[in-house]
Nanobody, 129 residues
Framework: QGELEESGGGSVQAGGSLTLSCSASTFTAIDNCMGWFRQAPGKEREQVASIDHGDDTMYADSVSGRFTISKDNAQNTLYLQMNNPKPEDTAMYYC???????????????????????WGQGTQVTVSS
């Protein structure tokens, strides 16, 4: 159904900006529930933002107003624009897709299922103060 590859991670100073990209190898991935997750050392993986097939979005409270999730269907690419990042945003960021998650769950909380979901390999973001 699709393979995902993230890019754009790196080091950024607090208050700067960074854009993560996630390239999907097939159109079916980009037309489904997609999202960004992150995992900091010693912490559980958490959901950052999601976007459904209709381009409705949801954000974790910790990033709302600072991060923007979007996608380019023509380019089969998912983005995460990170504005005003904070040191606590430092983590490995993963993009994910699940072809069976409906919009109702896409916008309230989900994780990729073992059969119908896919993860990217992750890209590291480090925010310095």
């Amino acid at each position: 159904q699709g393979e995902l590859e993230e890019s754009g991670g790196g080091s950024v100073q607090a208050g700067g900006s960074l854009t993560l990209s996630c390239s999907a190898s097939t159109f079916t991935a980009i037309d489904n529930c997609m999202g960004w997750f992150r995992q900091a050392p010693g912490k559980e993986r958490e959901q950052v933002a999601s976007i459904d097939h209709g381009d409705d979005t949801m954000y974790a409270d910790s990033v709302s107003g600072r991060f923007t999730i979007s996608k380019d269907n023509a380019q089969n690419t998912l983005y995460l624009q990170m504005n005003n990042p904070k040191p606590e945003d430092t983590a490995m960021y993963y993009c994910a897709v699940d072809t069976l998650v409906p919009s109702s769950r896409c916008l309230t909380g989900w994780t990729p299922s073992p059969v119908f979901g896919f993860w990217g390999q992750g890209t590291q973001v480090t925010v310095s103060s």
